[in-house]
């Protein structure tokens, strides 16, 4: 596995938004599925870089980072020491944050159940 | 016997049809929002004031929709703004989309249209596109942006050029004040309310297995457009987003959490009309016990682009409720309208410097 690499969100898009496919073809969950999942596979430390993007919206971020671990690829711990968020607002890192853990909350209390 | 001649059988065969035509003739109804026609042209007058923050205005805005609908497709409209003194951008911007729609299912309609007396307000209609919407050539004016839609199809083809326009324009307002509370929060925040606005209405507003009728549109369940107006004055920045889909308390009723939480939140909903009630339940889902797990951001996220904001306001109109929020006292108000409005509107005013906030977008 290779070390680390950036991902430039505004490659893909400068309009970060909508959750699926009924918000557009570029949306948080086509991203994580084609950009963000194959970079895992390739590397250990994923940089996700916001910077030159117009902003960011909970629903793109949290289908990103809480479908991540909603769709079982890897779990909290993981995924807070694998990936990194880069963009100058700490508010939106804090928040992206609470998406992975509370997406790990519940899957955790479904396990249990 | 007297001989019957030739005009006597034209008599009776004139009234024998009279009188099957009688009793053929469908009841007649009087519709109070048709407008009378000389020469195949009807003409509606715009009234003085063109808003939706009083409840004399919307129901006179409502009125205005309401003929609009009323005039056969393949009749000839005059419409008179003349006596026009008084403009909203949230008012004009409903009355922008139902003119799209209309000129959309009548290509042909030979439209003519009388200005206002008052220069400001025919300068201010011409800033926002509405003349452009009408046949004229659309004259930009610096710092101010033109009333702009994307439909489902150019969503569906990643063409959101207008949206982008939009958010720089908010952006743009923002970064030109020093604003009182964080500048980051408030920048992102614009964003993130405009774009989840945007969104909703592909996730809930036009959603395929949903459909509607209005009594003020024509065929709605075919427009699929998410329409949005800013303006930027004193310090305020004022942004209106709508459509024409079927609305908060309709998408929120055939939610499955939807009884739990109403029944939960009953005794919080007195005196509210049953749209109302159904806007506060849709509220309530970000931060109830029924919540999806990542779900109920959007709602929120527009609100809190005005909680961050000393002096914001927010107001959502959907069915026959409406809305209110005033982040200066953390307070919400709602009020029942007696007309439905078609889909939902949402406007925000923003103070932009520590001085403003109360002033009116006139």
Redesign the interface.
Same mark, same amino acid.
């Given at each position: 596995m290779k070390t680390e690499t950036t991902l430039d969100v505004s490659e893909y @898009? %400068? !309009?970060p938004?909508? *959750?699926n496919h009924? %918000?557009? #073809?570029?949306n948080g969950a086509d991203y994580r599925d084609n950009h963000v999942i194959p970079a895992l596979d390739e590397y250990s430390t994923v940089k996700i870089d916001f910077t030159k993007t !117009?902003? @960011? @919206? #909970?629903?793109f971020l949290?289908?990103l980072f /809480? /479908?991540l671990i *909603?769709s079982g690829y890897i779990d909290t711990s993981n995924l807070l020491n694998r990936v990194h968020v880069i963009y100058?607002?700490e508010?939106?890192k804090n928040n992206i944050k609470k998406?992975i853990i509370?997406?790990g909350d519940?899957l955790e209390k479904n396990r249990k159940k | 016997m007297k001989k019957r001649k030739a005009s006597d059988l034209n008599r009776e065969r004139i009234s024998r049809r009279r009188a099957a035509y009688c009793l053929t003739r469908p009841p007649y109804k009087y519709n109070p929002y048709s407008t009378p026609s000389v020469l195949g042209r009807h003409t509606i007058t715009l009234p003085n004031t063109l808003s939706v923050f009083s409840s004399n205005t919307r129901e006179k805005l409502y009125i205005l929709l309401r003929q609009l609908r009323e005039i056969p497709l393949t009749s000839k409209l005059t419409l008179d703004f003349s006596n026009l003194s008084k403009i909203k951008i949230s008012a004009v911007l409903v009355l922008f989309a139902h003119l799209e729609i209309l000129l959309e299912n009548n290509r042909n309609s030979r439209l003519i249209w009388k200005k206002p007396a008052d220069p400001t307000i025919d300068a201010k209609l011409s800033e926002l596109g509405l003349w452009a919407l009408l046949g004229e050539k659309y004259r930009p004016v610096e710092g101010a942006i033109r009333i702009c839609s994307v439909s489902s199809a150019q969503n569906q083809i990643d063409e959101k050029q207008p949206l982008r326009d939009a958010i720089n324009y908010a952006k743009n307002a923002i970064s030109s004040y020093e604003m009182p509370d964080s500048p980051e929060d408030t920048d992102n925040a614009s964003f993130a309310a405009i774009s989840e606005s945007f969104t909703n209405v592909w996730q809930h507003a036009y959603a395929e297995d949903l459909q509607k009728s209005h009594p003020t549109l024509i065929n709605p369940s075919k427009i699929q457009k998410w329409w949005i107006a800013q303006t930027h004055i004193d310090g305020q920045l004022f942004m209106a987003v709508y459509d024409v889909g079927v609305g908060i308390p309709f998408s929120t009723r055939r939610r499955p959490w939807y009884k739990f939480l109403h029944s939960d939140i009953l005794h919080t909903l007195k005196g509210m009309n049953s749209d109302s009630r159904d806007i506060q339940t849709a509220l309530a889902y970000g931060t109830s016990r029924y919540k999806q797990q990542g779900r109920g951001n959007g709602l929120p996220t527009m609100k809190r682009f005005v909680e961050i904001n000393p002096n914001g306001e927010l107001c959502i109109i959907s069915g026959k409720g409406v809305y209110k929020y005033k982040s200066k006292d953390n307070r919400e108000e709602f009020s029942n309208l007696e007309s439905s409005y078609p889909g939902t509107l949402i406007q925000w005013n923003i103070a932009l410097t520590e001085d403003h906030g109360n002033a009116d977008e006139d």
């Open positions: @898009t %400068d !309009l938004i909508g *959750r009924l %918000d557009g #073809p570029k !117009l902003g @960011t @919206t #909970p629903s949290e289908e /809480g /479908g *909603r100058k607002y508010s939106v998406y509370e997406a519940h | -």
